[in-house]
């Protein structure tokens, strides 16, 4: 039957309106999704390749999986959602999934929950609508739908009737209820992806090879690898991971491109990964044929079972249980030092409150979540409607993997039609938090350079076995698999070289500086030169080198210890950054615009070009050249970005930015002048060959690494010292100030 969403039926059963409609959590709806008929064609071939999204509150609360190359999709899958208010209907969104691109629309309907009966098994058709082209007719899907009070709540909702006024009881049963309704949003387990190699893959380019990269997608999270250029056989030994939702898994969808400079990237194959079928708790190697394309690929696949990471109210406190806490405690004590080495520590977050937040809606308010991440988990609080003082009082616990990560919370105004909009955000390293303390953190902007209105009141816990914290550190860092792409910004590449030229200047005056003492400029300076060369060359030893580093950081010890302490605030960084968000808020695409040229610049590029290109590439056109040299310019500046952060890391090493980091630095330093000292050069060479020679042998899939360059990614650059730094709230600004000051 055709169902009309805004047509309320007549009641046999039990109705809706025997309930109160805005009990939180109160119903569960159960839905299946049957399938969809005569759905839009969005690809060339005349087909589409749909899959369904259900949103509830603005979120996300439900993705089917794709059915390829059908407008007649069968889906029969089954969902069940909490639902906190019946008068807010369920969205429903259908998209044609592209390989690589933007997904395209199809259609999307409403369906009204209070048209439902209680407790019967209702069909559904659902035209699908663009509210663009309303007239245009673009399929329907067909559900199957029960709307029923939960069961184990039905005594909750009678003892809610009696006690309906008493808001304390109230309160009470509504934090257990909640409870309940965010158990939905968590992930069931760990998807651990391990991209080996290709093989035989497909040549796209005119010299019979080519520049493979492959893109991962499960749901809504993506990951992609690196380019490897100019082969058939690529080697990419790249580990990440993606969150399962459902018990029931899910499939992967794997593509191949091959980077092309200027064009669109070609197709080279794909292929599925179905984790229904893959047990958990084992490795599985998988060679995965390419479909429509040549070669496969070799993975490694692991799922694990994950309960670490949860969300709760703030009266269910892990570490204020006495019994809880001391299990935690036991759980990263330093005699498990060499139990489970992925699980470093423990994290626990209140996000209790915001204040002053920015209106982002016309009628002066906000409808403010927060989004809690660290590295590739997380998790989301409840909204709070046209409020500009929100309290969530929540909290999140997480499994720490790696004790240098950083905490990022970020505060949104939902928007139901349209993507939410940002209000404030800040980054918290964890080794800078101080437990327990419940502070108030100045919102910053979404570069991390300087404050936006409002503040958020945090209180956070770190609980972590330094050996584990140690040992992870000499391992490859944690990528998040999503990621913002680099763009062209000309402030950007301007502050990158600035940076690197100031590295570069150390060494250029450090060499100065000794050339001085060979000319005599100084005559004592070049005489206490000349003794210490004369002293150093005659007993040199190879433990000196670890031990003049050690010596270099014991000084800057002493001198911060003391008080001297003559490092500074980057105040050059962050003049660049602020200018960089300046230009940021002139031209938010950051892409060279072609119409900002006049037709003199324009003209003057365009003979540039020329004299630098071959006769024949003139037929591909000015664009592709012109992005080409975009991506150039997007190269050098991420080149310049790694050559100058790896100076401001050695130099914030030494400076003990991070003291964890240092006093590990000096741990390592005095292990390596030990060994020197009492172990022979050629055995050390002997020992570092012979594990080298056979480290493929005992492990083949292991992911290549450097422990000093691991090492190294952990420490801050300069940019990011300026982004981690905390700001200070301005006591003539702070909410509670103004409060006190205006109690009208």
Request: aromatic content about 10%.
């Amino acid at each position: 039957m055709e169902w009309n969403i805004l047509e309320k039926t007549s009641s046999v059963g039990a109705s809706n309106a025997d309930f109160p409609s805005e009990d939180p959590g109160m119903y569960q709806l159960d839905i299946t999704l049957r399938r969809g008929q005569n759905l839009a064609a969005r690809d060339r071939g005349g087909t589409s390749d749909p899959y369904v999204k259900f949103k509830l509150g603005g979120k996300e609360v439900f993705r089917s999986k794709t059915i390829h190359k059908n407008l007649n999709p069968v889906w029969e899958e089954k969902t069940s959602i909490l639902i906190d208010n019946l008068r807010e209907p369920i969205y429903i969104k259908v998209f044609d999934y592209d390989f690589g691109l933007q997904d395209d629309f199809i259609g999307s309907a409403f369906l009204d929950l209070t048209s439902l009966e209680l407790n019967r098994q209702t069909d559904v058709t659902l035209s699908l609508k663009d509210p663009h082209y309303p007239d245009h007719d673009l399929g329907s899907i067909l559900l199957s739908v029960l709307l029923a009070p939960r069961e184990e709540q039905r005594e909750a909702t009678m003892l809610m009737r009696k006690s309906w006024k008493r808001s304390s009881k109230f309160q009470t049963q509504s934090l257990r209820l909640s409870d309940l309704h965010r158990k939905s949003q968590l992930w069931r387990g760990i998807v651990s992806v391990t991209l080996i190699e290709g093989r035989e893959l497909k040549a796209m380019d005119a010299n019979g090879l080519s520049d493979p990269y492959v893109k991962f997608r499960l749901g809504h999270q993506k990951y992609k690898s690196k380019i490897v250029p100019k082969t058939l056989n690529p080697q990419w030994r790249e580990q990440f991971d993606f969150h399962l939702y459902e018990e029931r898994g899910g499939i992967i969808d794997i593509t191949v491109w091959d980077k092309d400079a200027g064009k669109k990237d070609d197709f080279i194959g794909r292929c599925q990964v179905d984790l229904s079928t893959l047990s958990k708790e084992q490795t599985h190697k998988l060679e995965m044929p390419l479909e429509e394309g040549e070669g496969y690929l070799v993975l490694l696949v692991t799922l694990t079972a994950s309960a670490a990471v949860t969300i709760s109210d703030l009266s269910v406190n892990s570490l204020e249980d006495p019994k809880e806490r001391e299990e935690i405690l036991k759980r990263y004590s330093p005699m498990r030092m060499f139990h489970n080495m992925k699980d470093v520590g423990f994290l626990q977050v209140k996000v209790i409150r915001a204040e002053a937040l920015m209106a982002a809606d016309v009628t002066g308010k906000s409808d403010p979540f927060c989004v809690v991440e660290l590295n590739n988990d997380r998790l989301l609080t409840h909204t709070i409607y046209k409020n500009l003082n929100p309290e969530w009082n929540k909290i999140f616990t997480f499994n720490i993997k790696d004790i240098h990560s950083v905490l990022e919370v970020t505060v949104y105004d939902e928007d139901r039609d349209r993507s939410a909009d940002f209000l404030g955000k800040v980054a918290i390293p964890l080794l800078s938090i101080q437990n327990g303390e419940q502070k108030a953190y100045v919102l910053k902007n979404k570069q991390l350079t300087g404050p936006t209105k409002g503040v958020i009141y945090l209180e956070i816990d770190v609980i972590f076995n330094a050996v584990k914290a140690s040992i992870r550190t000499l391992m490859p860092k944690e990528q998040k698999y999503i990621e913002e792409e680099n763009r062209l910004s000309k402030q950007l590449l301007l502050r990158n070289f600035i940076r690197m030229k100031r590295c570069v200047m150390v060494l250029i005056n450090a060499a100065y500086y000794i050339n001085s003492c060979f000319d005599w400029d100084s005559p004592p300076r070049s005489l206490a030169a000349f003794l210490l060369f004369l002293f150093v060359v005659w007993n040199f030893e190879l433990y000196m080198i670890p031990l003049a580093l050690l010596l270099l950081l014991a000084w800057n010890y002493f001198l911060i210890i003391s008080g001297k302490d003559n490092r500074q605030h980057d105040t050059v960084v962050e003049d660049m950054l602020e200018d960089e968000e300046e230009e940021d808020d002139r031209d938010d695409k950051m892409f060279v615009d072609i119409q900002l040229l006049s037709d003199r610049d324009f003209r003057y590029l365009e003979t540039l070009l020329r004299a630098f290109c071959y006769q024949d590439s003139e037929k591909k056109g000015f664009m592709n050249k012109l992005y080409a040299i975009q991506e150039v310019c997007v190269s050098v500046q991420n080149v310049l970005d790694e050559v100058a952060s790896f100076g401001e890391r050695v130099k914030n090493t030494f400076n003990w930015t991070v003291p964890f980091l240092s006093w590990l630095a000096i741990v390592a330093l005095c292990v390596f002048t030990i060994i020197l000292y009492f172990i022979p050069l050629r055995y050390i060479v002997l020992v570092w060959g012979i594990n080298k020679f056979t480290k493929k042998l005992r492990s083949p899939y292991a992911i290549d690494n450097n422990e000093l360059l691991d090492f190294l990614s952990r420490v801050p650059s300069d940019v990011q010292v300026v982004q981690y730094h905390e700001l200070k709230q301005d006591p003539s600004h702070s909410p509670s100030k103004r409060k006190k000051n205006n109690p009208g």
